[in-house]
């Protein structure tokens, strides 16, 4: 019974300490680990106090008889160890905050995330000794210097090949970065190939199965098992549908996907942090930004619900348009997340077309032109367009030599801000004229406001004139030019933007493959006069729908119109009677004025905890000298003073480790 009494009594000292505590660390709390630091500091200062005081007296027969000032000192023992133990699962835990401070749930349970943990970091290391055995961190070193750069590539390929998986692909997108990598980089990368081990038939039947919202007998008259194209997110067959006879393609998403995601994606972050740490070079490339990207078009490219809208939207968005290409139509009715059915089409990649141009007699510049002026449009009016335009996913109809444009797995959307300051990028190229080039920057890289605008125009001077006198602009050159001059004054373009800007360099090599001797920019400029003509034209031709369009913007118009005299009026009476004043400063932001009020009321409690600590401990030093019976008031003042301080600091520093986890 006595025992019952004693143990009843440290679960309501428990209890107390749990909710003392959660209000001193905040409310957002992770309840396992308030559980575990509770009980961890029960057992510990009980521990001790039984073994300190308790062990020599009667506390068997009379549960009372402990209940003197040492236990106080006992409690708060409790408390302050409970929550510097929850400091120290705050400083180690990688759960994410909110932007307001609150924490993210988590979806796993504790023995399930330190398994995947465990997993990960086994997986971590075993990517990092093959990089330094490989030499990465050896070549690394000298990275900056030009004649290295073929070591350090060959090094890299080696380290993501025998990665395998994630890591073959991501070499292979960064063979396509000639816009930051060097060309040793590109060609090296370039040579990368993944053997991917097609589906057995038993595997594809229970994609189908699973994936097709009816019996695949149902859905498919034939269906071929041997797949026209393997890779290592999906899988391509051809087959036939039962309600119309058309021939199709059937595009599944390998079963595999997801766990080699789970598994590799965050460890190449991790590994991109760990190139980046060792190296200068990488840190300015921006190769765990790179990396981070990656893992973000990678999640959007295994669900194959983003592809089918995407491919619904351009197609959509090109219905009316005067340049005429081919999208395959996809069967939505059909499709899902897991499996895209669309229409079949019957032709040749412009890479190995040649000699069905010659045989339909297409006309490769007229070819190329059209292809080109599509996606402007598409960029440019649109402002949601293909951002992979490599010879694969451009093809020659077989029957009139149409293009085609296959695989909106990668999309890139431009906001009217970001389409006009493109127009304004080719323009001004087109006008060798810095001034305007500026004016583009501004409204395609972030934070621009400190932006030196008369340096900025001279770096925008130095590239025309590099460009100038030639017969032909060097479209990745160029491009190139511009991320460099963007990076050396502390910018970066809008992710959509740098996309779209690689796109470019893409789609030049694309449309020189189709003829060799095309030029992009010269074309811009006569993409610029075919659209302001048709723009003039449109009124003639379409004067039923230009009526329509003048009816809604002047119904748009009319309400503010009719406010507009009595807003002036407002304006002129507040004017006369001296009311307005213009007034700004930095609590005008309320982002800044909470910025400001917080780091404010931060400095408070650290003062205030400071100053409770050096009172505190200078009361000690005096009670030292103090024979007098009141001595030890002034020592428990003392500890009162020094336990609050500690419970002062440990609160900021938890505030800090949440701040710098948002940041």
Not at 122 to 151: C, F, M, P, W
Not at 172 to 199: C, H, M, W, Y
Not at 238 to 252: D, I
Not at 303 to 329: C, G, W
Request: aromatic fraction near 10%.
């Amino acid at each position: 019974m006595v025992y019952v009494k004693i143990i009843i009594q440290v679960l309501i000292i428990a209890m107390f300490i749990f909710y003392v505590s959660g209000r001193l660390m905040g409310s957002q709390i992770n309840l396992m680990k308030r559980i575990m630091s509770v009980f961890i500091s029960v057992a510990f200062t009980s521990l001790v106090y039984w073994y300190s005081y308790l062990r020599g007296t009667d506390f068997l027969e009379d549960v009372y008889v402990f209940m003197d000032v040492r236990t106080i000192i006992w409690i708060g023992s409790m408390l302050l160890i409970s929550m510097l133990l929850y400091l120290f699962f705050e400083l180690f835990d990688p759960m994410a905050i909110g932007e307001k401070g609150e924490r993210l749930p988590r979806q796993k349970s504790l023995l399930l995330r330190l398994r995947n943990q465990w997993r990960s970091q086994k997986r971590l290391r075993q990517v990092v000794q093959i990089a330094v055995k490989n030499g990465i961190s050896r070549t690394l070193k000298y990275a900056r210097h030009r004649e290295n750069d073929h070591e350090l590539a060959i090094a890299f390929r080696d380290t993501l090949e025998e990665s395998g998986g994630i890591f073959i692909k991501f070499g292979q997108v960064l063979s396509t970065r000639n816009d930051i990598f060097p060309k040793a980089f590109v060609q090296e990368l370039g040579t990368l190939q993944q053997n991917v081990r097609p589906l057995s038939s038993e595997q594809v039947k229970t994609i189908l199965e699973k994936s097709l919202p009816f019996k695949m007998e149902e859905v498919f008259s034939q269906f071929d098992m041997n797949p026209i194209a393997a890779a290592s997110i999906g899988q391509v067959h051809r087959a036939v549908l039962r309600k119309n006879e058309e021939q199709v393609v059937v595009k599944l998403l390998r079963p595999d996907v997801k766990d080699m995601m789970r598994d590799d994606l965050n460890i190449l972050v991790e590994f991109a942090q760990w190139v980046s740490d060792k190296s200068t070079w990488a840190e300015n490339l921006g190769f765990r930004e790179l990396a981070i990207g990656f893992a973000a078009s990678l999640r959007e490219e295994v669900n194959f619900d983003i592809e089918m809208r995407n491919t619904m939207q351009v197609k959509t968005a090109l219905r009316n348009s005067p340049y005429k290409l081919k999208i395959p139509h996809v069967y939505s009715e059909f499709s899902n997340n897991q499996l895209i059915i669309s229409e079949f089409v019957h032709g040749q990649s412009v890479a190995t077309g040649n000699a069905l141009f010659t045989t339909l007699q297409v006309d490769r510049e007229e070819f190329a032109q059209t292809v080109l002026f599509s996606f402007f449009e598409q960029m440019l009016f649109s402002g949601i367009f293909h951002a992979d335009p490599h010879p694969g996913n451009i093809f020659i109809d077989e029957v009139d030599g149409t293009p085609i444009l296959l695989d909106f797995g990668a999309v890139g959307r431009l906001a009217g801000p970001q389409q006009e300051g493109i127009k304004l990028f080719l323009m001004g190229i087109q006008q060798n004229d810095a001034n305007i080039l500026y004016d583009a920057i501004t409204q395609l890289v972030e934070d621009h406001e400190h932006i030196d605008q008369a340096k900025m125009e001279q770096a925008m001077a130095q590239i025309l004139l590099r460009i100038s006198y030639v017969p032909r602009i060097q479209t990745d050159e160029l491009i190139h030019s511009f991320f460099e001059v963007i990076r050396d004054f502390g910018l970066s373009f809008y992710p959509s933007v740098g996309l779209a800007l690689r796109s470019f360099i893409t789609l030049d090599g694309t449309l020189r493959l189709i003829q060799p001797d095309f030029n992009l920019f010269n074309e811009a400029k006569e993409f610029s006069k075919h659209y302001i003509t048709s723009m003039i034209k449109r009124p003639f031709k379409e004067p039923l729908a230009t009526k329509e369009r003048l009816e809604e913007e002047l119904a748009l118009l009319l309400p503010a119109l009719r406010k507009l005299p009595r807003r002036v009026d407002k304006l002129m009476q507040r004017v006369e009677s001296g009311k307005i004043t213009l007034h700004h400063d930095i609590f005008s932001d309320k982002k800044n004025a909470m910025f400001v009020t917080q780091l404010f009321s931060r400095f408070v409690l650290l003062f205030v905890g400071i100053t409770f600590g050096i009172l505190s401990v200078s009361l000690l030093a005096i009670a030292q000298f103090i024979e007098a019976p009141y001595a030890v008031y002034l020592n428990s003042a003392a500890y009162v003073g020094l336990f609050l301080c500690a419970v002062l600091l440990v609160r900021l520093s938890i505030q800090a480790i949440r701040l710098m986890k948002r940041g």
